[in-house]
Structures are given as C-alpha cells and as structure tokens.
C-alpha cells in the first residue's frame, strides 16, 4: 500500500494523493466516473498517466483525459495540455499549440499560465503569437480529437 504522499503534475499545485486512489478498484470507480463526464476524474485521471503514478507512465493517455476535461473548460486540463504541447509529451511539440492551450486556461481563471505564457511567447513569432491567442477563443476547433 502507498503511503501518504503528493504526486505533483506539469500543471503544478495540484495534488493526486493515494487517499483518492489506492488500489485497482478506486482506479476502476475513478476511471468509471470520468467515462460518465466528470471532468475533475477525467483530469486526475490525465495527472495519473502523466506522471504514471498508479498505472505505466502514458503521455498520449493524459493527453487524452486532458482534452476530456478540457471539452468542459477545465482551466486546469487547458493548463496541462499547454506543457504537453510545450513539451511534446503524447503530441507533436507545437508552441502555437502551446500559447493557445496556456490562452485558453488563463481566460477561464487559471492566472498561472501566465507565467508560461511569457515563457512560451519570447520563442514565437509576433504573427504566431496572435494566430495562438485568435485560436484560444475556440480551442477545441484547432484540435483533432
């Protein structure tokens, strides 16, 4: 059995401790209630692959479940698929990609994509730069799913 501890994610400060999910069976009533629409599960279960806590480390898994929640404007599901993109972890590297996702997630709240915002914008074009913020508006539709 685990025991206590914080598993932190790409998206920084958020926290899967294994008193959420500590064996096969939670995992399995966690994976349930994502598969139902529930976009915290369908985050965490995008934490769980990224950081392969639980299960084998899967980047295109967490995209997957990312962009899940993502579909419901959870800013931090965009947060996550900004640093997927960022990085290339699961996807192609795409910093248009990148700004757009970190875009998405600060509109919607999330004030520390500003940061990455910043980070991401000094290694872009002025013109690739208003392309991502044009596409932040509709993120989903500049997705292929």
């Known amino acids: 059995m685990l025991e206590k501890a914080v598993f932190m994610t790409k998206a920084k400060n958020i926290e899967v401790t294994p008193e959420l999910i500590t064996n096969n069976e939670e995992l399995s009533d966690f994976m349930h209630a994502a598969n139902q629409g529930a976009a915290s599960a369908q985050y965490i279960l995008g934490v769980i692959y990224d950081t392969g806590v639980i299960v084998d480390q899967n980047y295109k898994e967490a995209v997957f479940w990312y962009l899940q929640a993502a579909k419901q404007r959870y800013k931090e599901a965009e947060f996550a698929l900004g640093t997927m993109y960022a990085e290339g972890s699961g996807v192609m590297q795409s910093d248009v990609l990148a700004l757009m996702w970190y875009y998405a997630a600060d509109k919607n709240g999330y004030t520390k994509s500003r940061d990455q915002i910043n980070i991401v914008a000094k290694r ?22």
């Open 124 to 145: 872009m074009a002025p013109e690739d730069i208003q392309r991502a913020r044009v596409m932040s508006v509709q993120p989903l539709n500049c997705i292929k799913s």
